[in-house]
């Protein structure tokens, strides 16, 4: 596709895209009875990316995104994407765009010149509606081979609004700004130029030195199209579209890209997962406090990519569970994810190749997994950070590909605890679930509430589904703060057990 993208300028998709829920759109953003509707190019600042729904899908659709890859490489930035629907209404306005003046895209969106050789940028106009009904068909000056005189220097500072030229847009009024050889460059390019019948869901890809040109519509019609861009990182293409990031806050958008794959996320300026940021703890714990809570999984995201993990660090000083492996580093990772899971564990990311595995099941354990490579394998440091030192044991083993062998010693006999016991005692971070059974409805919550001030993640844990226990009356709004806002592992069984409490229905009373 890239070959016949240079040779003659343009490729056009047959078909390429179903438009039926985006039209839909279109006429609610731009109906066709409208008053006032847009003369010049664009869409007055309505419908701009991010929009509505079906819309949005376009700017990021697949099949969109692999044509364009396949002209100007894999790492692609989305620069403009504007809906835009032009009526078939008289106009002598000199910005009109109703029968435009020749031109090419690099005018407004670059900085410098188009060069010969590999493009940069790729333009796209996906036609929402059948041209040969509505007119307004966009007209292209094929380029014929490498010697084409119309695509030569300086042809291609012949332009409205290059090198001190008046912009004009419309081509009766931008014509009359250019004679000698310029003019007769221009007057080549009209009579050369070609306008294919386009269909909805056809797709026109052209490069920014393109000649080209917006043609009427029919009167009493309304021709809807999507006009787009996209190039690469380093090139010298600007935003054409406002920020897209002016549409946070709102959660529409939060929504709308958390639930994209990552080619697509990586269109939008989003860090590819085998950026180095993601190495970075503070970077992924913002990440995930922006996004999480909108569907974004960090962690899928950043496996989606191959890095590799980073190497040992020096005088590094190794637990005891140390695993090796030549495979694949990423397969290696799945494998020990798959055994660790098996067991119950939770596994989060605090960053890429580090990661940590908690459970509350039967005990609370939480280790810390890193992944290194010393550049002949990759090697991966296990720890036990806290929790039950004899389940860790088995876990441990089970990790391993071993069967666990050890002893538990019995520490708790089964009988009501009584509620002028010091329950604070009892509560501790690695406590077994089913000591939790043993707390009776008649314990005070005054010293299950006391608890909660400056504790760790872990003993809020425990008070709270202690507190769930007590049928003694007590003011539940002390808990309802942390029935919202979990992002962690613990943070999330706190907010288990509170919203548990509140839905109990305890009565308030001021204690």
Known sequence: MQHTFIEQGYVILKQAV???AALKEMCQHFPKGAANPVQDFGSGGAAIFPSTPALNEISVHPTILKAVREIIGDDIRLRQSVPWAKYGVPSSDKSSNSDQRIHMDYGNNQWSMPEAGSPQAVAVIVYYSETKTTGGATAIVPRRGQDDPVYQWPALANMPGIGGIPFVNDREHAEMNFEGRAADIRQQCYAREIMPVFEPGDVLLYGLDTWHRGTPVLPGHVRYTHNLMWSTPSSDVQQWNRGFLQKMYYGDFEKFISGLEPHQLQTLGFPSPTNSRWLSKSFVTGIKARYEWAGFNCMEYVHSGRALPPPVPTLWHWAHLKLESTDNSSDFREQIFSKVREKGMAISMKHNW???FETVTPYY??????????GKQCVVDINQLSGDRFEWAAIASHIRGETYRGWRPSLYQVKPLRADKRLEALIHPWMEEKLFDLIGPDVSPVKLLSLLNDASFNIKRCTLRALYRCDIPFDISVVEPFTRGATTFLEKRIQHWANK??????????L
């Open 365 to 374: 354990i939480e280790a810390e997994c890193r992944f290194f490579t010393d």
């Open 354 to 356: 580090r990661y940590v």
């Open 18 to 20: 179903p438009v039926d």
């Open 501 to 510: 409490i509140v839905r109990k229905g305890a009565s308030v009373a001021h």
